[in-house]
């Protein structure tokens, strides 16, 4: 399930741009998207580059994000873990 689209749907949508553009732009057009993708994830790449590289001259510490991860993630494992105790007798009674 790719963005609560389901198989059918995503077959219906291919039908359609098969009609709409022919099955002979259909690779050009992939290979568009394909570049358009790829420039875009090199410009994002090449601006957190620079924001970093610029972060570290003015020296402010770029760290404390992956610190804030970190504990973000310990909480979520807490919280996923109190749901298990809570859900498993439901679970197992089903």
Do not use: C, H, W
């Not at 553009?21 to 580059?49: H, S, W, Y």
């Not at 498993?88 to 089903?94: D, F, Q």
Request: charged residues 30%.
């Amino acid at each position: 399930m790719y963005l609560f689209i389901s198989g059918a749907e995503i077959f219906v949508i291919g039908v359609i741009v098969v009609m709409l553009f022919g099955a002979d732009k259909i690779p050009e057009i992939a290979r568009g998207l394909g570049k358009g993708m790829q420039q875009l994830k090199n410009a994002t790449n090449e601006v957190k580059k620079e924001i970093n590289s610029t972060a570290k001259k003015q020296g402010i510490d770029t760290e404390f994000t992956r610190d804030i991860q970190k504990e973000v993630k310990k909480i979520r494992n807490k919280v996923q873990d109190n749901i298990e105790d809570i859900t498993g007798p439901v679970k197992r009674g089903l």
